[in-house]
T-cell receptor, first 121, second 116 residues
Framework: AQSVTQLGSHVSVSEGALVLLRCNYS??????LFWYVQYPNQGLQLLLK??????LVKGINGFEAEFKKSETSFHLTKPSAHMSDAAEYFC???????????????????FGAGTILRVKS | EAEVAQSPRYKITEKSQAVAFWCDPI?????LYWYRQILGQGPELLVQ????????DSQLPKDRFSAERLKGVDSTLKIQPAELGDSAMYLC??????????????FGPGTRLTVL
């Protein structure tokens, strides 16, 4: 079964510093990978997704992630942290496409435990 | 901008009582998901609907949880009876289904359940 490990439940950076959130996955087939952000008492918002095209994926709010098959990793980065980036970030994997009807699929996401990002002024 | 609606946003109940949560997905989204997010953990899929049919409920505790989407639009998740361990955020999400299975899941704001 697929799984996700996020290294570091809490990460603290200074405003303007590099953000690096780590994610390693386990999957028996080429995976689809996602990063979501969650602000307090809100739902999840998709930051970016890897769909077997380019290995470097750019997302919203200046975030990007690189798929490294040899390392089974999909780490999230941002060159310069902003106070508004403080939130919880979830990495997710989907390699099980549920066939909902002929030629149409949903995707089942398995999430990591999350990393809380704190940005210091 | 279209959003997934959920109600109530917060629910406090006593153990052994029944609770119900409601979700209205984005119009046109055939696939609907219910997730449970325990504090400090990532969301875990409870049930997935395609239109009115359940396509995955392998993680749904069926002795006390039930979910329905009678007309293939809005959905209700019920817990009866509630237990202390059910305290969590319950998230609803919806998506298009597609030929590649990559329809983005849009999440609602969630219902935070506290069982006393």
């Amino acid at each position: 079964a697929q799984s996700v490990t996020q290294l570091g439940s809490h990460v603290s950076v200074s405003e303007g510093a590099l953000v690096l959130l780590r994610c390693n996955y386990s999957s028996s087939v080429p995976p689809y990978l996602f990063w979501y952000v969650q602000y307090p008492n809100q739902g999840l918002q998709l930051l970016l997704k890897y769909t077997s095209a380019a290995t470097l994926v750019k997302g919203i709010n200046g975030f990007e992630a690189e798929f490294k098959k040899s390392e089974t990793s999909f780490h999230l980065t941002k060159p310069s942290a902003h106070m508004s980036d403080a939130a919880e970030y979830f990495c997710a994997v989907s390699d099980l496409r549920i066939r909902v009807k002929a030629s149409e699929y949903g995707n089942k996401l398995v999430f990591g435990a999350g990393t809380i990002l704190r940005v210091k002024s | 901008e279209a959003e997934v609606a959920q109600s109530p946003r917060y629910k406090i109940t006593e153990k052994s009582q029944a609770v119900a949560f409601w979700c209205d997905p984005i119009s046109g989204h055939a696939t609907l998901y219910w997730y449970r997010q325990i504090l400090g953990q990532g969301p875990e899929l409870l049930v997935q609907f395609q239109d009115e049919s359940v396509v995955d409920d392998s993680q749904l505790p069926k002795d006390r949880f039930s979910a329905e989407r009678l007309k293939g639009v809005d959905s209700t998740l019920k817990i009866q009876p509630a237990e202390l361990g059910d305290s969590a955020m319950y998230l609803c999400a919806s998506s298009y289904s597609s030929g590649t299975g990559l329809g983005e899941q849009f999440f609602g704001p969630g219902t935070r359940l506290t069982v006393l």
